[in-house]
Nanobody
Framework: QVQLVESGGGLVQPGDTLRLSCVVRGGFGVDFYSIGWFRQAPGKEREPIGCIDSSTGVHYSEAAKNRFSISANIPENTVDLQMINARPEDAGTYYC??????????????????WGEGTVVTVPS
């Protein structure tokens, strides 16, 4: 059974860079899966940030493409998210979600097949 575990959340100051990791445990290596990043602000719906898979590359939502980057670290079996210039409105719970090969077609509609439990990010105003 494949499991996703997010890490790296916590307090981020405005203007700083946020770095999160999603480790893939069990199943195959990270390069087998399609892994997406998502976030949910308090009181709002979950929204997609982007997705990476080995066959189609990296995809970003329109709102995310200027400040976010997603990369795979194959030796560590992680998919990492970096966000520059943190803002208070970036606060929330950040999730990774996974699917099988070429599964990034699902990410914009939040249709991934398995999910991590999330990591909380706080950005003070």
């Amino acid at each position: 059974q494949v499991q996703l575990v997010e890490s790296g959340g916590g307090l981020v100051q405005p203007g700083d860079t946020l770095r999160l990791s999603c480790v893939v445990r069990g199943g195959f290596g990270v390069d087998f899966y399609s892994i997406g990043w998502f976030r949910q602000a308090p009181g709002k719906e979950r929204e997609p940030i982007g997705c990476i898979d080995s066959s189609t590359g990296v995809h970003y939502s329109e709102a995310a493409k200027n400040r976010f980057s997603i990369s795979a670290n194959i030796p560590e079996n992680t998919v990492d998210l970096q966000m520059i210039n943190a803002r208070p409105e970036d606060a929330g719970t950040y999730y990774c979600g996974g699917a099988g090969p070429a599964g990034c077609i699902k990410y914009e509609k939040l249709g991934m097949d398995f999910w991590g439990e999330g990591t909380v990010v706080t950005v003070p105003s």
